[in-house]
Nanobody
Framework: QVQLVESGGGLVQAGGSLGLSCAASGSIFTINTMGWYRQAPGKQRELVATISSGGSTNYAVSVKGRFTISRNGAKNTVYLQMNSLKPEDTAVYYC??????????????WGQGTQVTVSS
């Protein structure tokens, strides 16, 4: 089992920057991919960015070039640097970790979410 704790977020003006962090604990050696998703009011949760254990990254088209996802050497913390923020980036941002346990079952763990609000 993997637990995720997010930090960062808050209120920023359009064009500003914010950083998010997500620390994993528990069976971190089973984690393969970590990432960030977001959910705006009245909308479905959507992918923001992911990073694999090998360092491969994937970004939503809407954030490519503005957001950067990274992972620390121990691979139990993932970061999201958000630059040139827009009001449409306003959402609750969720950290996600995916992997497989000792029995080979695939799991997906979520953090509690952190609010990002971008004012125009």
């Amino acid at each position: 089992q993997v637990q995720l704790v997010e930090s960062g977020g808050g209120l920023v003006q359009a064009g500003g920057s914010l950083g998010l962090s997500c620390a994993a604990s528990g069976s971190i050696f089973t984690i393969n991919t970590m990432g960030w998703y977001r959910q705006a009011p009245g909308k479905q949760r959507e992918l923001v960015a992911t990073i694999s254990s090998g360092g491969s990254t994937n970004y939503a088209v809407s954030v490519k070039g503005r957001f950067t996802i990274s992972r620390n050497g121990a691979k139990n913390t993932v970061y999201l640097q958000m630059n040139s923020l827009k009001p449409e980036d306003t959402a609750v941002y969720y950290c996600n970790a995916r992997g497989s346990n000792a029995r080979g079952a695939i799991y997906s763990s979520w953090g509690q979410g952190t609010q990002v609000t971008v004012s125009s």
